[in-house]
């Protein structure tokens, strides 16, 4: 296992166009992840899955955005009608859920540019 | 709601030295943990170190340390023998630990660490 994949690494794309982005997690790790990172601030929490079912959706995920993670493995999160604003680093992170802390193994982040 | 504050936007060290980066956080509950994660310029969120609240004892990882004063809130990382390779803005964030709890992180806004030859 190579730890948490995210792809693609870098998009490009024109206002208005839809984007996808995946995750494909630790393999035994059943929670995951997506947090969105713009420039100079810390990540902001956008939702999580355990196993397959989405488990809360923050307020930063408008109707224009959607999460999925079909049989519980890989993930992608899509973008409809991109506006500049989204413009951001997109992380996905796992876990494993323990009693004690359990860290989060982040991926390398896709980076949007919405032009 | 829990709040993490980095009051440090910027730092810099020379090499072999120590730098201490300051978190305060505030929150009402009583189990949690904190984390301090670094990024390197384009690359991803490594997890440095990590604290149960419910632990006296400071977590130490090497030359990484934490002062963690649960009273006063206070969750600073210090640095020991600073290398070339810790130049990285270091982010500290807080979980909870509640039942139920979706283990989401609440995350400061950073601080840049430039370690100098």
């Known amino acids: 296992d190579t730890g948490v994949s995210q792809n693609p690494r870098h998009k490009i794309t024109k206002r208005g166009q839809n984007v996808t982005f995946r995750c494909d997690p630790i393999?035994?790790?059943?929670?995951l992840y997506w947090y969105r990172q713009t420039l100079g601030q810390g990540p902001e929490f956008l939702t999580y899955?355990?196993?397959?079912?989405?488990?809360?959706k923050s307020r930063l995920l408008s109707d224009r955005f959607s999460a999925e993670r079909p049989k519980g493995s890989f993930s992608t999160l899509e973008i409809q009608r991109t506006e500049q604003g989204d413009s951001a680093m997109y992380l996905c992170a796992s876990s494993l859920v323990r009693d004690s802390t359990d860290g989060y193994t982040f991926g390398s982040g896709t980076r949007l540019t919405v032009v | 709601a829990q709040t993490v504050t980095q009051s440090q936007p910027e730092m810099s060290v020379q090499e072999a030295e120590t730098v201490t980066l300051s978190c305060t956080y505030d929150?009402?509950?009583?189990?949690?943990?904190l984390f301090w994660y670094k990024q390197p310029p384009s690359r991803q969120m490594i997890l440095v170190i990590r604290?149960?609240?419910?632990k006296q004892q400071n977590a130490t990882e090497n030359r990484f340390s934490v002062n963690f004063q649960k009273a006063a809130k206070s969750f600073s990382l210090k640095i020991s023998d600073s290398q070339l390779g810790d130049t990285a803005m270091y982010f500290c964030a807080f979980g909870s630990l509640g039942a139920g709890n979706n283990r989401k992180l609440i995350w400061g806004l950073g601080t840049s660490l430039a370690v100098n030859p």
């Open positions: 929150t009402s509950e009583n189990n949690y943990y």
């Open positions: 604290q149960e609240a419910y």
């Open positions: 393999s035994e790790h059943n929670r």
């Open positions: 899955f355990q196993n397959e079912a989405q488990l809360e």
